[in-house]
Nanobody, 121 residues
Framework: QVQLVESGGGLVQAGGSLRLSCAAS????????VGWFRQAPEKEREFVAV???????YYADSVQGRFALSGDNAKNTNYLEMNSLKFEDTAVYYC???????????????WGQGTQVTVSA
């Protein structure tokens, strides 16, 4: 079964930065689209970003200009660089892999375990 492993979450002050990692088994990161979603307490799962091989990426309006996707093919790892973090960015962040581009969480096939990002005011 496909495995995705999240890491990089933690506690950060408002205005700070974090880099989240999503390590995938095999070579899926080179073939499938990679989506990032987040879910805060009492809120629905929210789209953050999606990218695929070739460097194409799309971001939610709420993170546009602050977050950026990148990848390391040698490590089968996708990165979400988060800058200028705000209190409202606090959530559990998930990476997911799907066979087609989508901003909808239910279109993705495999999910990481999630990593907590907490931004202090």
């Amino acid at each position: 079964q496909v495995q995705l492993v999240e890491s990089g979450g933690g506690l950060v002050q408002a205005g700070g930065s974090l880099r989240l990692s999503c390590a995938a088994s095999g070579r899926l990161l080179n073939t499938y689209v990679v989506g990032w979603f987040r879910q805060a307490p009492e809120k629905e799962r929210e789209f953050v970003a999606v990218g695929w091989r070739g460097g194409t990426a799309y971001y939610a309006d709420s993170v546009q200009g602050r977050f950026a996707l990148s990848g390391d093919n040698a490590k089968n790892t996708n990165y979400l660089e988060m800058n200028s973090l705000k209190f409202e960015d606090t959530a559990v962040y998930y990476c997911a892999v799907g066979r087609r581009w989508s901003t909808n969480w239910y279109e993705y096939d495999y999910w990481g375990q999630g990593t907590q990002v907490t931004v202090s005011a």
